[in-house]
Structure formats: structure tokens, C-alpha cells
């Protein structure tokens, strides 16, 4: 499997999840639909612009949910599907949730932002069982999500607590979807993943080649990103690289 190194936006440090939270609201394109799963990418909600025309749905029936609320504004009755207390915006509607699942799986939302365990660098996915005897499964809409928004995100840490990578050559846990995840989000760094392999976009307090060696992957050297090529003189314009 190869990874090449793509546009690097190097961070001098790794990234808090907070941090990363504003990295994805800020690639998340304007006016879409978009999925929040539970954890960590509900941080999402409070790093977009308010302008953004983002539309957020959440898999327990509400549209146009808002950031976190926070002092007065906490309404019992008001969550979001991880059961943490939300605000609504103008144009707020609420649903059944048998209706909520049909925009999951009928491909009506374009992006959803999952937790995992692991990503394989093919995309498959793996977070709703680590299979242990001591372990919890917790699916919920997981596998609705993977397979039905045009676009499936990752919000993870790249390594567990004792050090080995979460992003894989294979899933060694039960898969939740197959073939399914295009980007994957890290507080060491963004990496896009699907049938051609694994590319780092931006590396955080890294290097690439030294993220690629910790991951246990060689870098190709013939993957390299091309120099950018200049115009000779009466060559007509450059192309672009």
C-alpha cells in the first residue's frame, strides 16, 4: 500500500481535539447536510460559522440543531443523540425517528462524522466493537451513516494509549462498513483514504515521513509530489502541477 504526501499545512504541534474540531467544521462544505455521530465529533457544532448554512441533523430527530448549550439555555427535552443538551436554529424541525433513519440511509445527508477504532486505508471501518469479552457493543445508527451519506468522515486519535496506530493496512476489529470512509481526521494529522491507498493531506507536530514510518508504511519516493514547473519563454503558460 502506498501513501504519498500531499498538501502539507504542517501544525508545529499536535492537535487538540478541539482543535481538530475547527479543522473539520472549516473543510465541511457550505449549505450541506451533515451528521454529527456521538463523542467527540459533536465539537463540530460549535466551530461553525454561523453563516456556513450548514444544516445539522441529528439521528434522533431534529434538523438545524445549533452548538452546545450552555447556563439558561440548557433545555432537558433539547439533546442531541448522545443525550448532550443542544440549541436549535431558525428554521428548526424535529421527526420521527423512524423518518430520521430514511434521511440516514436514503443518501439525503452529504457528509457524517464518525468516531472509530480503526480505518483501514482502503476506508473500511470499524467502531462499534473491539470484539472483547469485557467490550460493549454500541452500533447505533453507525452503519445507517456509513452507508448512506455521499461523504463519511473520521474524527479519531491517530494511535491508541499504548501506541499502535488506529489507521491500518486491515481492520482487525468487526467492520461497521465496508469500503466507506474518504477522509480521515487526526490529531496528528488528515489523511484521505479509499480504493488507491492512503494520502496525507496535512501532518500536525510531524513530518510526514516520520508519521509514515510510525504507521509502519514506506513512502514512495516516485509518489512524490511533482516541483512546480515554470514557463519557458514563448512556451505559453506554466501547468499547474
Known amino acids: 500500500m ?20 475547527a479543522v473539520i467544521a472549516r473543510d465541511i462544505p457550505a449549505g450541506a447536510f451533515v451528521n454529527l455521530g456521538i463523542g467527540q465529533p459533536t465539537r463540530i457544532a460549535d466551530h461553525l460559522p454561523a453563516d456556513s448554512g450548514v444544516v445539522l441533523h441529528t439521528e434522533n430527530g431534529m434538523l438545524h440543531m445549533g452548538p452546545k448549550a450552555e447556563g439558561d439555555a440548557v433545555d432537558p427535552d433539547l439533546t442531541n443523540a448522545g443525550k448532550v443538551p443542544v440549541t436549535e436554529l431558525p428554521g428548526a424541525a424535529y421527526f420521527h425517528h423512524a423518518d430520521s433513519f430514511a434521511m440516514m440511509r436514503g443518501g439525503h445527508l452529504d457528509v457524517c462524522v464518525l468516531g472509530a477504532y480503526q480505518v483501514a486505508f482502503d ?5 462499534w466493537t473491539t470484539g472483547r469479552p469485557d467490550d460493549i457493543p454500541a452500533v447505533g445508527g453507525a452503519m445507517d451513516l456509513a452507508i ?9 486519535t491517530l494511535f491508541t494509549r499504548s501506541g499502535e496506530p488506529k489507521l491500518v493496512p486491515r481492520c482487525t476489529y468487526p467492520l461497521t462498513g465496508i469500503g466507506c470512509v474518504s477522509r480521515v481526521y487526526t490529531d496528528h494529522g488528515v489523511f484521505d483514504v479509499g480504493p488507491d491507498g492512503v494520502r496525507i493531506r496535512e501532518t500536525y507536530g510531524v513530518g510526514a515521513h516520520e508519521l509514515a514510518e510510525r504507521l509502519g508504511i514506506t513512502l514512495s519516493p516516485s509518489a512524490q509530489r511533482p516541483a512546480r514547473r515554470t514557463a519557458e519563454p514563448g512556451a505559453g503558460p506554466a501547468t499547474p502541477p
Open 123 to 127: 476506508g473500511d471501518l470499524a467502531n
Open 148 to 156: 448512506g451519506a455521499k461523504d463519511v468522515y473520521v474524527m479519531m
Open 2 to 21: 502506498t501513501i504519498t504526501p500531499g498538501d502539507q499545512v504542517r501544525a508545529d504541534h499536535q492537535l487538540s481535539m478541539d482543535e481538530l474540531a
